[in-house]
């Protein structure tokens, strides 16, 4: 795919004039404080027709969000609050991430309690058509509103469900780093035949899993490479694997290794 050039922008939103080919718009939504003293904002991206965003893991193309906060004021512990992803097809490449809008909410924790909290965000994210477009915009959220906004919260209800239990998983070392190979719960595995595997570390790149029915449980396998091209120590618990339906999604935290 032809890529081009990185384009800045300062916006709350960015000005039109100064979009690339495929935004529409971007910004920081102004969100509320939450009882908690939490202040919740959203990145909000709208996309022209037939363009695309994609997840916090795309499978083997794509660039996620990334967020630079070194500006904002009073910001602790930064929660990004993933909706569902679709599945997309494209060029014979799938990927998981968002056609046309992507309402990403974001939880904040304040470091000293009542005090504002002001957003700032330098974030880089990719968008695709038939040309693939990386981008960087710089952000600030306005003051919060009085209320909380229907639009985050929608998007809050469709993250994935977060299950309780885990998948059975074998760990290999492979030339360029580990290969996991995750078979999901009975009970869960019919709820989608779309998997997403990934680590807390996102400078492991993951490929896009293969899968394989087998009776009533779904086996997954993919390679996880870290930048050193050579196998390292992969925590088991670090794993997270989500199962994607076209109406729901489920997520697993961990998994148990299977024993030899």
Same mark, same amino acid.
């Given at each position: ?146 209320? %909380?906004? &229907? $639009?985050?919260?929608? +998007? ?7 299950? !309780?239990?885990?998948? *059975?998983? /074998? ?59 050579? %196998?390292? &120590? $992969?925590?088991?618990? +670090? ?7 076209? !109406?729901?999604?489920? *997520?697993? /935290? ?7």
């Amino acid at each position: 795919m032809k890529t081009l050039a990185l384009l800045f922008l300062t916006a709350a939103p960015a000005l039109a004039q100064d979009l690339p080919p495929g935004l529409v718009s971007a910004e920081l939504l102004p969100g509320w404080t939450t009882a908690r003293g939490h202040r919740m904002t959203a990145l909000h991206l709208r996309l022209e027709p037939g363009w695309k965003t994609y997840w916090r893991s795309p499978g083997d193309a794509g660039v996620p969000p990334r967020f630079d906060w070194g500006a904002s004021r009073n910001l602790g512990e930064v929660r990004l609050l993933w909706p569902r992803p679709e599945v997309i097809e494209s060029g014979g490449e799938r990927t998981l991430g968002y056609h046309e809008e992507l309402v990403l909410p974001i939880e904040i924790a304040p470091v000293s309690p009542g005090a504002p909290v002001e957003p700032r965000a330098v974030v880089d994210f990719g968008i695709c058509q038939d040309i693939c477009v990386p981008v960087q915009v710089t952000l600030q959220a306005g003051p919060p509103g009085p209320m %909380p906004d &229907p $639009l985050i919260e929608a +998007a809050i209800a469709r993250q994935p469900e977060t299950s !309780d239990r885990q998948p *059975e998983c /074998r760990i290999a070392r492979i030339e360029d780093g580990m290969q996991v190979t995750a078979t999901l719960p009975a009970a869960d595995s019919a709820r989608g035949d779309e998997v997403a595997m990934e680590l807390a570390d996102d400078e492991i790149w993951v490929s896009a899993p293969e899968t394989q029915a087998s009776g009533d449980r779904l086996t997954a396998q993919a390679d996880f490479v870290a930048a050193s091209g050579k %196998p390292f &120590p $992969l925590d088991p618990q +670090a794993l997270r694997v989500t199962l994607i339906g076209p !109406d729901d999604a489920v *997520e697993f /935290r961990g998994c148990r290794v299977a024993a030899d």
